[in-house]
């Protein structure tokens, strides 16, 4: 089974990934001092930490939506997360290595007696701006065939138009979606089980998107057997290069900051995006432009239930 950070020995002895190719020149100052710190520590040949780094910040970074930073990424507990999440699709044995070699890691980085305490919050994931979004809108449309232009136009549809987290939007199917009235919702039963309406932005391109698939199918990449973190990932590595940061983690964060600045009751939000607590959206407060408005008294989702 290959792997997004799967890669090999470029002529002059360093290393070049195959799969995340694309993404190297941002994620490789992250990898490199996570393996270099750990050759160091251990004695462990740094091409042998290459491959699994990669892969592991690759994953944290582009499905977890993790800031790029070495005492971030890796922590036991995203680790645990990557192993159970992020290789769902790996035999036993690679699960086990990929786990030991990145553990290896962990505790070469940040060994006890370096982890502050309390540890602090990570940033949250920046919002796209207005061109970014305009230049992910081409690139769907440019996509090689009709099945590909699909499903960029769901996934983008699912992220900024319902802030569907990944796992979240690789579960919903046709069914889900429902398209009665003038308006579109999306029935999430991944995670936490809620009604999600879509913006208004971004309707027609999941009815059209959805207009060509049958009753019960997956919405994006249909004939998928099951649901995997990865198979964003896999989607984006096999299609129209790009330079763009495809990232559902980041639509999210724009999809709550547009409804932040529309004025939607926090309250609402907190129930509509599936989170629990207030300090979730304080710290997407901060991409707000300053004297932003106050929230009206009465939202878009409860007009919509009048």
């Known amino acids: 089974m290959t792997h997004p950070g799967d890669g090999h020995e470029a002529g002059n002895g360093t290393f070049a990934p195959k799969k995340a190719a694309r993404y190297w020149t941002t994620l490789e100052p992250v990898v490199t001092a996570a393996v270099n710190k750990t050759a160091r520590r251990t004695g462990r040949e ?13 994953w944290a970074w582009q499905t977890k939506g993790l800031e790029l930073d070495v005492a971030r ?6 680790v645990e997360e990557y192993v159970h999440r992020g290789m769902e699709s790996f035999t036993r044995g690679s699960r086990a290595t990929y786990r030991s070699v990145l553990l290896t890691i962990v505790d ?14 990570s940033d949250p994931t920046p919002p796209y701006t ?6 992910l809108r081409s690139w769907a449309s440019a996509q090689g065939s009709t099945v590909r232009r699909r499903d960029a136009a769901a996934l983008l549809a699912m992220g900024f138009g319902a802030g569907l987290a990944t796992r979240e939007l690789l579960s919903v199917r046709t069914g889900d979606i429902d398209l009665r009235g003038d308006d579109v919702h999306i029935l999430v039963w991944s995670g936490r089980p809620r009604l999600v309406p879509v913006l208004p932005a971004w309707q027609p391109g999941l ?12 919405v994006f990449r249909v ?21 763009l940061n495809v990232r559902p983690a980041r639509m999210r964060t724009t999809w709550l900051l547009t409804h932040l600045q529309a004025g939607t009751p926090p309250r609402d939000l907190l129930r509509t995006a599936g ?7 304080d710290r997407i407060r901060r991409f707000l432009p300053p004297r932003a408005p106050l929230p009206p008294s009465k939202s878009d989702f409860e007009r919509s239930r009048d």
């Open 275 to 281: 989170l629990e607590h207030l300090a979730a959206l």
């Open 108 to 121: 070469a980085v940040t060994p006890p007696s370096d982890v502050p305490f309390p540890i602090p919050r």
């Open 130 to 135: 207005a061109a970014e979004i305009a230049a």
């Open 73 to 78: 990424m890796f922590r036991r507990r995203v």
């Open 46 to 58: 740094a091409r042998s930490l290459y491959p699994v780094a990669t892969a592991f910040v690759l």
């Open 207 to 218: 009815r059209t998107a959805i207009g060509e698939l049958g009753d019960d199918q997956w």
């Open 223 to 243: 004939g998928r057997t099951g649901v995997r973190s990865a198979q964003v990932t896999d989607f984006l590595h096999r299609g129209h290069t790009t330079e």
